[in-house]
């Protein structure tokens, strides 16, 4: 099908071969011991247009867990069935300037989460959604938004994170101590551990961005699966508070909203145009995809994706 974007072969692999200069410098998340086992060189990206192209070049078919990507899932799904101020009461929207992992902010100085895009906005967004959904339902959610039936739960890397998880449930309970969650914490913790926990394909990120792109509509049923208001939300703090500590400058150079997780995901949106999903599991050290950057950065300026 005819598209503006003259996606070539040859620009995927200079995107990928421009990425896989940058693996060297990063390395695979140790701090869940499951993920340390990926291979640091698997390297894949995705583009799926409005016009129904599909562009695949490198590891697009390796199966790896969703981790903080699926913050925009749940995010999407408690805006649309919480409603905007139950969800923004309890969590902001500002960029925190620290690392996914910090609560230095959230005791000091605050009284919510800075941003649901960091595990303590999660962890409060999984409590909301703790009281309406199982997490069978959530995560037919992701399937659903994904356009990817073959998500499963990886329970492997489930266990492996619960069993070295001290951080985020010391997180979970100065967020109970400051009365930000207000329902059963061990619970809310799991169900955001287990949302991570979704083993995902950089075509699952790529629908999934391009579902965003479209407004929260189904590229090829036409079905509104989110409201083109709450897509409008989760793709302004994608770009504000994606890439964490990362963001502004990830935001000027590439100009285009995007989520990592620390299994090597990023989703990217190209509003109204495309969804791109990459797979990469050396990370930088705020546990962004390393090669992520100048792969989208190298797009960005070749395609004239940039946001302005
Ligand atoms: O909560 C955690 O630490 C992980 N399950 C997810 C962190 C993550 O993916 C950070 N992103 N790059």
């Known amino acids: 099908m005819t598209s503006k974007y003259n996606i070539t072969n040859d620009i995927l692999k200079t995107a990928l071969e421009t990425g896989s200069k940058a693996i060297p410098h990063g390395n695979v998340a140790t701090y869940i011991p499951e993920l340390a086992k990926a291979d640091k060189n698997k390297l894949g990206i995705c583009i799926f247009d409005k016009d129904g192209n599909k562009h695949f070049y490198g590891d697009c078919k390796e199966r ?50 800075f941003n649901p895009m960091i595990n303590s906005g999660a962890i409060t967004i999984s409590s909301l959604l703790l009281h309406k959904f199982s997490f069978l339902e959530m995560s037919d959610f992701a399937r659903e938004i994904c356009l990817d039936h073959d998500i499963e739960f990886n329970s492997v890397v489930y266990k492996s994170e619960m069993s070295h998880v001290s951080r985020n449930r010391a997180i979970a309970y100065l967020l ?8 059963n ?5 799991e169900l955001y551990t287990k949302m991570c926990s979704l083993d995902v394909t950089a075509e699952s990120l790529a629908n999934l961005g391009l579902v965003l792109a479209l407004g929260g509509k189904n590229p090829t049923t036409g079905r509104q699966i989110i409201s083109p208001k ?50 990469g599991p050396s990370l930088d050290e705020k546990g962004n995809c390393i090669a992520g950057r100048p792969m989208l950065e190298y797009l960005s300026n070749q395609l004239n994706l940039h946001i302005f």
């Open 64 to 113: 790896f867990t969703i981790q903080s990507i699926s913050k925009v899932i749940s995010l999407a799904l408690a805006l649309e069935t919480c409603g905007f101020d139950k969800v923004f009461d309890k969590v902001g929207v500002e960029p925190s300037g620290e690392a996914f992992n910090s609560l230095i902010e959230l005791d000091l100085n605050s009284n919510r989460p």
């Open 230 to 279: 709450v897509a409008q939300i989760v793709k302004t703090i994608m770009l504000t508070c994606g890439m964490y500590d990362g963001s502004g400058e990830f935001a000027v150079h590439v100009g285009i909203p995007t989520k990592s997780g620390v299994g090597g995901g990023l989703l990217s949106v190209v509003d109204k145009e495309m969804g791109i999903g990459i797979y």
């Open 176 to 183: 109970e101590s400051k009365g930000i969650i207000d329902t």
């Open 185 to 189: 914490v061990e619970a809310s913790l």
